[in-house]
């Protein structure tokens, strides 16, 4: 099949690799209709993770199912479904106390961007858009996309933080994450929603999806911006989206005594501020979302018109240009990009 791999920092190319193949009787094989690139993806692309030439990349893909293990009761080839990023059996201990992302059964999509893709539990992990056949309504397309990552992983980041009805929520990070994690915030009632981000397509989308303010400034300045609109106090919840050192330090410096940081970005060279941590008692919840957690609601609420998280996608790519796409995120010419195979 052609697939995206990966070379070198930079070196993105459609290379022809084996076709996924059943392995175990738990898997299924999914004919990938659309996949997308993660802001993770970058990571290996600037050169900050480790790379193994000639290794696919891409973990996120909604599709068709073409094959199923003898032990898939759930799913049947022709069924269109959305491929969590991370695999789950759904029914370990980890499982049932909602932490999916750590199941004792855990597998990842390893060929999103790409014809096919392997899910390796396919009972636990796949969830069926109903009513839809194998061809689902074109405009409903990249929201069904988002919830393979990125819708499940903002509102990972709200859930962590605590947002709450008619409390203060401030999201750091305007890439598609973050302002997945503004509409979560949104829709989940928070009164007032900072939303961090200097870009103007991008402010003008965090307020799209539900946010009241956008502050531009960072270091002292967006932290006393952040204080001034929140009459002093800081923030009730705090998501940080991005993953880096600065973007941590940010949210441990808005969030008000008592709140909770929700974490879902990568972290890269992060070094917590534990003093402050400890003096303002702030805590820190998250990491990789539960992406089967929250896939049947957040299906509900696209389904119902409710929320409109593909409205992220600014750009699409057939997989023949899926470097080009990779070149447009990078530069931040595109928030996201679909990836049509």
């Given amino acids: 099949m052609r697939a995206t791999t990966i070379h070198a920092p930079g070196d993105i190319r459609v290379s022809e690799v084996p076709d996924p193949v059943l392995e175990l009787p738990t898997d299924a094989i999914v004919r990938v209709t659309a996949g997308c690139i993660c802001g993770s993806d970058l990571w290996p692309y600037r050169g900050e993770n480790d790379i193994t030439p000639g290794q696919t990349i891409g973990h996120e893909c909604i599709g068709v199912v073409e094959e199923v293990g003898t032990d898939v009761r759930s799913f049947r080839p022709g069924d269109f479904v959305i491929v969590p990023f991370d695999h789950c059996d759904n029914t370990c201990p980890h499982c049932l106390a909602g932490a999916q992302s750590g199941c004792v059964n855990l597998g990842?999509?390893?060929?999103?961007?790409?014809?096919?893709?392997?899910?390796?539990?396919?009972?636990?992990?796949?969830?069926?858009?109903?009513?839809?056949g194998a061809t689902p309504d074109p405009a409903l397309?990249?929201?069904?996309?988002?919830?393979?990552?990125?819708?499940?992983?903002?509102?990972?980041?709200?859930?962590?933080?605590?947002?709450?009805?008619?409390?203060?929520?401030?999201?750091?990070?305007?890439?598609a994450v973050g302002l997945c994690g503004v509409l979560a915030a949104a829709t989940m009632g928070a009164e007032k929603v900072i939303a961090m981000s200097r870009h103007e397509p991008r402010?003008?989308?965090?307020?799209?999806?539900?946010?009241?303010?956008?502050?531009a400034e960072r270091g002292r300045e967006g932290g006393a911006a952040v204080k001034e609109i929140t009459d002093g106090i800081g923030a009730d919840a705090v998501l940080e989206c991005v993953g880096t050192d600065a973007a941590m330090k940010t949210a441990f410096a808005v969030a008000r005594p008592g709140s909770t940081v929700g974490f879902v970005g990568v972290p890269h060279g992060v070094e917590l501020p534990v003093r402050t941590m400890f003096s303002k008692n702030v805590g820190l919840a998250g990491g990789m979302a539960p992406v089967r957690r929250y896939l049947p609601e957040l299906l509900d609420l696209v389904r119902e018109g409710r929320i409109e998280p593909g409205l992220v996608f600014d750009a699409t790519v057939p997989l023949d240009e899926v470097?080009?796409?990779?070149?447009?995120?990078?530069?931040?010419?595109?928030?996201k990009v679909l990836v049509e195979p």
Wanted: aromatic fraction near 4%; charged fraction near 15%.
């Fill in 141 to 175: 397309v990249p929201s069904l996309l988002t919830l393979s990552d990125v819708m499940p992983t903002g509102w990972h980041a709200a859930v962590s933080a605590g947002v709450r009805p008619g409390g203060t929520a401030v999201v750091i990070g305007d890439g």
């Fill in 203 to 215: 402010q003008q989308l965090a307020r799209r999806f539900g946010a009241t303010h956008v502050v």
């Fill in 323 to 335: 470097a080009e796409g990779y070149r447009m995120m990078d530069e931040r010419r595109a928030i």
């Fill in 108 to 132: 990842m999509t390893v060929s999103g961007q790409a014809e096919f893709a392997r899910v390796t539990q396919a009972d636990g992990s796949l969830v069926a858009v109903p009513d839809v």
